[in-house]
């Protein structure tokens, strides 16, 4: 239901797919005039400019669907980050401190909204330091496994030429940089693990720990969309992801679901390959 009303709001957006668009079955807005006119706009005008009331339609969504009283009393461990305007570094809110300002702040881009202010700190999205944090996963929780949901494509084998290709390129290696900065320290502490190394670590109270590191991926199919894309709220588009998610998972349970619990199955050294 949430996602139907985020739908049903997203109607009243000038940013919609061009007659064209919907009959080649194109999910991007790249080509449409709302989003180039938007694209031109952001350079000259700030959220503080053309949005000074603040205004938020998603923060009404939140609180009409999400009980963060309950989540804030439940046993289950949950992280999320955002990243503090003033320092650069992530902040990461546990399930104790979960409420919709601070999901607000893990998902502000800072091109479409004003900072979230919490305590007087303002944030941003946390994909620019943490996209997803991993050390919560390792430092707070038990399990041994994390399964990562990658959304945005790591590798592309052809050069970006043409200027959309080129910012789309750079949104995602800027939104991929710390996920794999995280990997890489994670294969780093399983090297040494396998040397006989992590108990001096360990012992340091350094809190890392061998994991075992799992991937649900669906580039293939993801890497047709480009950033504009994230701003297509149509109910068809959703569907469409929700079915290539399914997919991608039943994927990956046929073919790494005993694996779950016994090994990883995601393998570091040949992601870092060059």
Same mark, same amino acid.
């Not at 040494?192 to 649900?216: C, D």
């Given at each position: 239901?949430?996602?139907?009303?985020?739908?049903?709001?997203?109607?009243?957006?000038? /940013?919609?797919? $061009?007659?064209?668009?919907?009959?080649?079955?194109?999910?991007?807005?790249?080509?449409? %005039?709302? !989003?180039?006119?938007?694209?031109?706009?952001?350079?000259?005008?700030? %959220? !503080?400019?053309?949005?000074? /009331?603040?205004?938020?339609?998603?923060?009404?969504?939140?609180?009409?669907?999400?009980?963060?009283?309950?989540?804030?009393?439940?046993?289950?461990?949950?992280?999320?980050?955002? $990243?503090?305007?003033?320092?650069?570094?992530?902040?990461?809110?546990?399930?104790?401190?979960?409420?919709?300002?601070?999901?607000?702040?893990? +998902?502000?881009? %800072?091109?479409?909204?004003?900072?979230?202010?919490?305590?007087?700190?303002?944030?941003?999205?946390?994909? !620019?330091?943490?996209?997803?944090?991993?050390?919560? /996963?390792? *430092?707070?929780?038990?399990?041994?496994?994390?399964?990562?949901?990658?959304?945005?494509?790591?590798?592309? *084998?052809?050069? %970006?030429?043409?200027?959309?290709?080129?910012?789309?390129?750079?949104? *995602?290696?800027?939104?991929?940089?710390?996920?794999?900065?995280?990997?890489?320290?994670?294969?780093? @502490?399983?090297?040494?693990? *396998?040397?006989?190394?992590?108990?001096?670590?360990?012992?340091?109270?350094?809190? !890392?720990?061998? @994991?075992?590191?799992?991937?649900?991926?669906?580039? &293939?199919?993801? +890497?047709?969309?480009?950033?504009?894309?994230?701003?297509?709220?149509?109910?068809?588009?959703?569907?469409?992801?929700? &079915?290539?998610?399914?997919?991608?998972?039943?994927?990956?349970?046929? +073919?790494?679901? &005993?694996?779950?619990?016994?090994?990883? $199955?995601? &393998?570091?050294?040949?992601?870092?390959?060059?």
């Amino acid at each position: 239901q949430f996602w139907r009303d985020v739908s049903r709001d997203g109607r009243l957006s000038p /940013l919609q797919r $061009t007659t064209f668009d919907r009959l080649m079955g194109n999910w991007s807005l790249a080509k449409t %005039p709302a !989003y180039i006119a938007f694209e031109m706009a952001s350079r000259f005008l700030s %959220p !503080y400019d053309f949005n000074p /009331l603040n205004i938020n339609p998603l923060r009404e969504l939140l609180e009409a669907h999400v009980d963060f009283e309950a989540i804030r009393r439940s046993d289950v461990k949950v992280f999320i980050s955002a $990243t503090n305007v003033q320092t650069g570094r992530a902040r990461i809110f546990g399930h104790e401190e979960m409420s919709a300002d601070a999901v607000m702040a893990s +998902a502000c881009l %800072p091109f479409l909204f004003q900072a979230v202010e919490i305590d007087g700190v303002p944030y941003w999205d946390g994909g !620019y330091m943490g996209n997803p944090p991993l050390f919560p /996963l390792y *430092e707070h929780a038990e399990a041994d496994d994390i399964l990562l949901v990658q959304i945005n494509p790591i590798r592309r *084998e052809e050069t %970006p030429r043409t200027a959309a290709e080129i910012q789309n390129r750079i949104n *995602e290696i800027t939104f991929n940089a710390s996920l794999l900065a995280q990997l890489r320290v994670i294969d780093q @502490v399983t090297q040494m693990a *396998e040397k006989g190394l992590l108990s001096r670590i360990a012992l340091g109270g350094s809190g !890392y720990r061998r @994991v075992r590191l799992h991937r649900i991926g669906g580039e &293939d199919q993801l +890497a047709g969309l480009d950033v504009s894309s994230k701003l297509n709220a149509e109910w068809a588009f959703f569907q469409h992801l929700r &079915d290539l998610g399914r997919e991608a998972a039943d994927v990956f349970l046929t +073919a790494h679901g &005993d694996d779950v619990g016994r090994r990883s $199955t995601l &393998d570091l050294r040949l992601e870092f390959a060059d």
